[in-house]
């Protein structure tokens, strides 16, 4: 079985196959989760030709992957998040998300499905990568 992430991506970035255009909106990035690779392992098991079954070894060796790459960016995430715990308390330089720049100390972090973000002098959502200094 061999999954063509383009086509993927643009099946569920059109909302081709689903039905309805709402469940396009529901993943506006058209990222795949494991549910979704699921069901479309499933998809191709029960469309497969019964005379011609296809190759379990491939099913299991995809599977295997996903969930190797799903482990890496779980990992990359915790230590992403550990990284901005370790800000708390520190004065950093930042650049605005309004433009110019800023100095304060980092009060909290954030985590969300678009990344980690801390709040600074009561500033919410500055994003990581904003980070020029720390002190």
């Given at each position: 079985?061999?999954?063509?992430?383009?086509?993927?991506?643009?099946?569920?970035?059109?909302?081709?196959?689903?039905?309805?255009?709402?469940?396009?909106s529901?993943?506006?990035?058209?990222?795949?989760?494991?549910?979704?690779?699921?069901?479309?392992?499933?998809?191709?098991?029960?469309?497969?030709?019964?005379?011609?079954?296809?190759?379990?070894?491939?099913?299991?060796?995809?599977?295997?992957?996903?969930?190797?790459?799903?482990?890496?960016?779980?990992?990359?995430?915790?230590?992403?998040?550990?990284?901005?715990?370790?800000?708390?308390?520190?004065?950093?330089h930042?650049?605005?998300?309004?433009?110019?720049?800023?100095?304060?100390?980092?009060?909290?972090?954030?985590?969300?499905?678009?990344?980690?973000?801390?709040?600074?002098?009561?500033?919410?959502?500055?994003a990581?990568?904003?980070?020029?200094?720390?002190?």
């Amino acid at each position: 079985m061999t999954i063509d992430p383009a086509a993927t991506a643009h099946t569920a970035a059109s909302g081709e196959g689903q039905g309805t255009q709402a469940a396009a909106s529901s993943n506006p990035n058209a990222v795949l989760g494991q549910n979704d690779f699921l069901k479309l392992m499933i998809a191709q098991l029960q469309s497969q030709d019964p005379l011609n079954p296809g190759n379990t070894n491939e099913y299991v060796s995809e599977l295997a992957q996903f969930t190797e790459v799903e482990q890496t960016t779980n990992l990359a995430n915790a230590s992403e998040l550990s990284g901005a715990v370790q800000l708390i308390g520190r004065t950093v330089h930042y650049a605005s998300p309004t433009g110019g720049t800023g100095t304060g100390t980092v009060s909290s972090v954030q985590s969300s499905a678009e990344g980690t973000t801390v709040t600074i002098e009561g500033v919410p959502g500055i994003a990581l990568t904003a980070i020029t200094e720390v002190q």
